[in-house]
Nanobody, 123 residues
Framework: QLQLVESGGGLVQPGGSLRLSCAVSGFTLDYYAIGWFRQAPGKEREGVSCISSSGSNTNYEDSVKGRFTISRDNAKNTVYLQMNSLKPEDTAVYYC????????????????WGQGTQVTVSS
């Protein structure tokens, strides 16, 4: 069974940092690209970042460039999202998802999803 489990969310002050983890099981991580998405109440799910199966290609949504960093450790079957200089606008439920090889910022491209972890940025 394909499973992805997010962790690391929480409450942080503006300007603070969090590191999210996406632990995967039921498949070999090195065959899949992993995307991070987020969804705020009343809004559509949007792509945040993605890393290719090899780790050689990464992309970021414009609003998080320079602040967020995606990485993967295939040996540990884990993908990370380091989030620095957090803003209130980053508040959302963050999801990781698996797709075949290449990266995409489209929800429909990804076939397997985690349950999400809440990130709240507030003073």
């Amino acid at each position: 069974q394909l499973q992805l489990v997010e962790s690391g969310g929480g409450l942080v002050q503006p300007g603070g940092s969090l590191r999210l983890s996406c632990a995967v099981s039921g498949f070999t991580l090195d065959y899949y690209a992993i995307g991070w998405f987020r969804q705020a109440p009343g809004k559509e799910r949007e792509g945040v970042s993605c890393i290719s199966s090899s780790g050689s290609n990464t992309n970021y949504e414009d609003s998080v460039k320079g602040r967020f960093t995606i990485s993967r450790d295939n040996a540990k079957n884990t993908v990370y999202l380091q989030m620095n200089s957090l803003k209130p606008e980053d508040t959302a439920v963050y999801y990781c998802a698996a797709g075949i090889k290449g990266c995409s910022n489209y929800v429909s491209y990804f076939g397997s999803w985690g349950q999400g972890t809440q990130v709240t940025v507030s003073s």
